[in-house]
């Protein structure tokens, strides 16, 4: 999005991660840091988060069943894309493709091995946060004195994206109606950034980058 794009460019500057010269910068310059992509791979944590509660589903005269979170991640790691687990729940009733992309951060933050490759084919690229993204939520993190690795009960991603360091608190508290189309949008692809952050820093899990612009397209 245009917004989330001005955004970025005006972070950059700020935490000089853009170039202010002109020149040519290297592998390992700011310019290569501000494009950098997080590299993706099967992250295995070294064990459950500490908050990380297993809740089985009971009913009464029947053996328990595992969570919902558990069946999505088993079928994806059987090699099921998202979209298909997405149609065919055990309830019948189909769910959105962001419900399995929950279940499969569920699992990671419960201990569970992911392919973050294939979850990237299933979900594209720009659910990811960049290596200058992964840094202004790091930067929210630290000013709003929030750890979310810590306790769920004392932690907010709204209150992340209230921070200047990424929206702000005025464009954040704006009633949702008087939001304009690339303002909802602009929020939610932040969301959907931050829930990919949350869940790796539950799981222990800090992302390698490296400048995929100039080995794969943007999907």
Aim: charged residues 30%; aromatic residues 6%.
């Amino acid at each position: 999005a245009e917004g989330l794009a001005a955004a970025l460019k005006s972070a950059a500057t700020e935490l000089g991660l853009a170039r202010e010269t002109v020149g040519v910068a290297g592998p390992d310059g700011p310019d290569a840091r501000a494009s950098a992509r997080m590299r993706l791979a099967v992250f295995t944590p070294s064990q459950p988060w500490a908050f990380a509660l297993y809740k089985p589903k009971k009913k009464k005269g029947c053996p328990d069943e595992p969570p919902p979170w558990e069946t999505s991640w088993r079928r994806f790691a059987k090699g099921e894309a998202c979209a298909a687990i997405a149609l065919t729940q055990p309830s019948g009733r189909a769910v959105q493709v962001s419900t399995v992309v929950g279940h499969l951060l569920e699992a990671l933050v419960q201990g569970r091995a992911v392919d973050f490759e294939r979850l990237g084919e299933c979900v594209g690229l720009n659910a990811f946060p960049t290596e200058l993204e992964w840094r202004l939520i790091d930067d929210a993190v630290l000013k709003t004195s929030q750890d979310p690795a810590g306790d769920p009960a004392s932690f907010s991603q709204k209150e992340l994206l209230r921070a200047d360091a990424l929206l702000g608190a005025e464009a954040v508290d704006t009633d949702r109606e008087l939001k304009s189309d690339l303002q909802r949008s602009t929020e939610a692809s932040w969301y959907e950034k931050i829930r990919v952050y949350v869940a790796l820093r539950r799981a222990g899990i800090e992302p390698d980058w490296h400048d995929a612009s100039l080995t794969e397209p943007d999907r």
